[in-house]
């Protein structure tokens, strides 16, 4: 007949097993099945337009018009937005400036050393399409970047849809010019944030950008060289950059949009603390699964 100690670890060992075997509930199928639920409910927490392709303005942001060498203006031009210049220190014609004005100052050296570096990072990105020798007027296009091995037209109107997406992203690189016939227009559709015309949408142009008379345009034009703007072009949503050469304006209404909110490739603590939250009974699952292998 087995002693007192001997019947009190027979019952100890007893009762290890039952709780193990209550305590054990997901199977390895049901964790596999969890797991993508898991990662969505986490990823949920994640930034709407985590995976946009904005382009990073910096400090360009915080102006509608910046140049290199000079600034000329004709008419009563309005300028809704900082005016940046420099090296150049000219400006012609006394644009009305709502916004900062610098003139060959640090924040005008710091705006196009950001231009510059904007300028490499859209040219660099990959196309998703070539539209070499085509004629962007009368073309329907959804985000992504498009490619012009040499010179880009605009005869007409281009649609850019948005597809309904909060963020819809429209980058052009161009090779050479940009020119826009007269009365042509790019026009923003099912766009969540088309309050503010063409927030996000880049012209990377290789030299000088032209827009033609009477132009309603959409975006933020980079040029390696010049912008003009021709004579009653006031509808002008976006922004004038050229990094070396002059903007020349004629009688214009520029307006720049507030500087895109980027987000970073890395989620923020609070983002990954939820995710991780929402990854615990996965983990908790798995631990399991790994008990109740090492004790059968």
């Known amino acids: 007949m087995p002693n007192a100690a001997a019947e009190k670890w027979i019952t100890n060992q007893k009762a290890k097993t039952t709780m193990n075997k209550n305590f054990i509930t997901l199977t390895p199928r049901k964790v596999a099945l969890g797991l993508p639920l898991g990662l969505a409910c986490a990823s949920g927490f994640l930034p709407l337009n985590a995976g946009a392709q904005d382009v990073n303005l910096g400090t360009a942001n915080n102006y509608a018009v910046l140049a290199g060498s000079a600034i000329t203006s004709t008419g009563p031009t309005v300028i809704n937005g900082g005016l940046g210049l420099t090296p150049g220190s ?73 597809e309904g997406s909060a963020d819809p992203v429209f980058i052009f690189q161009i090779g050479s010019s940009l020119t826009t016939a007269s009365g042509s227009s790019v026009v923003t559709i099912n766009d969540l944030n088309s309050i503010f015309p063409g927030i996000s949408v880049y012209w990377q142009v290789g030299s000088s950008a032209t827009l033609g008379s009477t132009t309603a345009f959409e975006g933020n034009i980079l040029a390696l060289t010049s912008i003009t703007a021709d004579v009653g072009a006031t509808d002008l949503e976006g922004r004038l950059l050229a990094r070396n050469g002059a903007v020349t304006l004629d009688d214009n209404i520029i307006t720049a949009p507030p500087a895109e909110r980027l987000v970073s490739a890395v989620p923020e603590p609070t983002t990954a603390i939820a995710g991780s939250l929402m990854l615990l009974p996965l983990f908790a699952g798995t631990v399991k699964i790994l008990r109740k292998r090492r004790t059968t």
């Open 90 to 162: 000219a400006v012609t014609g006394g644009p009305l400036v709502n916004g900062s004005y610098d003139v060959d100052n640090a924040a005008a050296i710091t705006a196009q050393n950001d231009l510059t570096t904007a300028y490499n990072s859209a040219a660099s990105l990959p196309p998703s399409q070539n539209l070499t020798g085509q004629d962007l007027g009368g073309l329907t296009l959804t985000p992504g970047v498009y490619t012009f091995s040499s010179s880009a037209e605009l005869t007409g109107k281009l649609t850019l849809n948005g």
